[in-house]
């Protein structure tokens, strides 16, 4: 059994800071670690990714405000989101890639405003 648990959304005023997570339980290696968002009728886009190595990349509109980090030790995958904006809202994705499956979490609500 593989399970993904994300934490951490909520409801953030423009300006503020949230911290999600993503614990990918059982026993396999991960390749890839990342975070995606979506919002109604659009499809999911990448926010960022981390290799196994350490190796990151960013969608521009995040950067340099969101950083992804990642602790290989236990299967965990980190977002913190600085100086959020209303447009950041949305459905936070967890996605981990092993050796043979690609693993999705059930998403959680981010939501920017006043």
């Known amino acids: 059994q593989v399970q993904l648990v994300e934490s951490g959304g909520g409801l953030v005023q423009p300006g503020g800071s949230l911290r999600l997570s993503c614990v990918a339980s059982?026993?396999?290696?991960?390749?890839?670690m990342g975070w995606y968002r979506q919002t109604p009728g659009k499809q999911r886009d990448l926010v960022a990714g981390i290799t196994r190595d350490g190796s990151t990349n960013y969608a521009d509109s995040v950067k340099g405000r969101f950083t992804i980090s990642r602790d290989n030790d236990k299967n965990t995958v980190y977002l913190q989101m600085n100086s959020l904006k209303p447009e950041d809202t949305a459905v936070y994705y967890c996605n981990i890639i092993s050796a043979l499956n690609n693993y999705w979490g059930q998403g959680t609500q981010v939501t920017v405003s006043s």
């Open positions: 059982g026993s396999f290696s991960i390749y890839y």
